[in-house]
């Protein structure tokens, strides 16, 4: 009996790990850092970037970068209509480029997608 109850501690435990949310986002810019606006969609599908799965990026300066701190997922369906699949958006963002990706800290979506970007898919 006490081995079944040590076997549940511990697969309770690893459950409870799994479910901890790693998103390192802040509600609001720093306001002592700067804040860039930015296109951001699906770094395989609008983007151009390498890859097998669908991951967030964004277009600073004309290069794109994999996106750290947030995820796809979080924005809705990434396959929809409107999706960072199909559509480019802007964001504004906070973060830095290291070892060629992007640490957001602050994400914002500040726009409706791109007509002309979703009528290219029609």
């Known amino acids: 009996m ?5 076997l549940f501690s511990c697969c309770l435990l690893g459950l409870t790990s799994f479910s ?3 998103s390192i986002l802040k509600s609001k ?3 002592s850092k700067k804040t860039d606006t930015v296109e951001t969609a699906c770094g395989e599908c609008r983007l151009g970037l390498p890859g097998k799965s669908c991951d967030l990026a964004v277009r600073i300066n004309g290069k794109a970068y994999f996106v750290d701190g947030t995820s796809i997922d979080e924005y809705g369906n990434a396959h929809a209509k409107d999706g960072f699949c199909n559509a480019i958006r ?3 963002v906070q973060g830095e480029i290291v070892d060629n990706r992007f640490k957001v800290t602050y994400f914002k979506l500040i726009d409706k997608p791109q007509t002309e970007e979703i009528k290219k898919l029609e």
């Open 29 to 31: 810019p720093d306001l």
């Open 90 to 92: 802007k964001a504004t």
């Open 2 to 6: 006490k081995n079944i109850f040590i």
């Open 20 to 22: 901890q949310n790693n």
